[in-house]
T-cell receptor, first 110, second 115 residues
Framework: AQSVTQPDIHITVSEGASLELRCNYS??????LFWYVQSPGQGLQLLLK??????LVQGIKGFEAEFKRSQSSFNLRKPSVHWSDAAEYFC????????FGAGTRLTVKP | EAQVTQNPRYLITVTGKKLTVTCSQN?????MSWYRQDPGLGLRQIYY???????DKGDVPEGYKVSRKEKRNFPLILESPSPNQTSLYFC??????????????FGSGTRLTVV
């Protein structure tokens, strides 16, 4: 069965520190992989996506993610977090049947 | 502006009173989908539509209906709402081609409370 796991419900980092949000998935074939961000009271905005090619993908707002097939992972990273990055982040996997993880809430300390 | 528009943004209703949440997109997308978002559960797919007159169940379709009579519109219908349908609902659409390959465009959400 297809599934997406985001192991960290809540992460707190200091402004300027690096960030890594974890995502593991289970899917029959090579899936399309996405990260979305949701600011409070807003809809979801696409940060980046992977469907083939280079396993390190760049997205908007300085985010990147790396697809590791052997680990069934698609972790999101940012070298230096800004206070405006505080939001909830969702990993999504699939094709017609897009599955979302439960989300990771990011708090940024000044 | 390219967008997915949902209405209403907020709705409080009583158990059993039929309601419709509208969703419209202006990007000529073929694929549209409804999700509900609940704390700790992320987004769960309710129904999706590959094109006009083609709809299919997602993971949590019970208590919901949809229709796709025109490409741009994909309303979500709750025939007899119950309190466990209190949730935040999102409509999403995807460009032509393999659905999901380019990611979804989401609406701003509809917060539904059933009392």
């Amino acid at each position: 069965a297809q599934s997406v796991t985001q192991p960290d419900i809540h992460i707190t980092v200091s402004e300027g520190a690096s960030l890594e949000l974890r995502c593991n998935y289970s899917y029959g074939a090579t899936p399309y992989l996405f990260w979305y961000v949701q600011s409070p009271g807003q809809g979801l905005q696409l940060l980046l996506k992977y469907f083939s090619g280079d396993t390190l993908v760049q997205g908007i707002k300085g985010f990147e993610a790396e697809f590791k097939r052997s680990q069934s992972s698609f972790n999101l990273r940012k070298p230096s977090v800004h206070w405006s990055d505080a939001a909830e982040y969702f990993c999504a996997v699939g094709r017609n049947d897009m599955r979302f993880g439960a989300g990771t809430r990011l708090t940024v300390k000044p | 502006e390219a967008q997915v528009t949902q209405n209403p943004r907020y709705l409080i209703t009583v158990t059993g009173k039929k309601l419709t949440v509208t969703c419209s997109q202006n990007m000529n997308h073929e694929y549209m989908s409804w999700y509900r978002q609940d704390p700790g559960l992320g987004l769960r797919q309710i129904y999706y539509s590959m094109n006009v007159e083609v709809t299919d169940k997602g993971d949590v379709p019970e208590g919901y209906k949809v229709s796709r009579k025109e490409k741009r519109n994909f309303p979500l219908i709750l025939e007899s709402p119950s309190p466990n349908q209190t949730s935040l609902y999102f409509c999403a659409s995807s460009p032509p081609g393999t659905p999901g390959r380019l990611g979804y465009t989401f609406g701003s959400g509809t917060r539904l409370t059933v009392v």
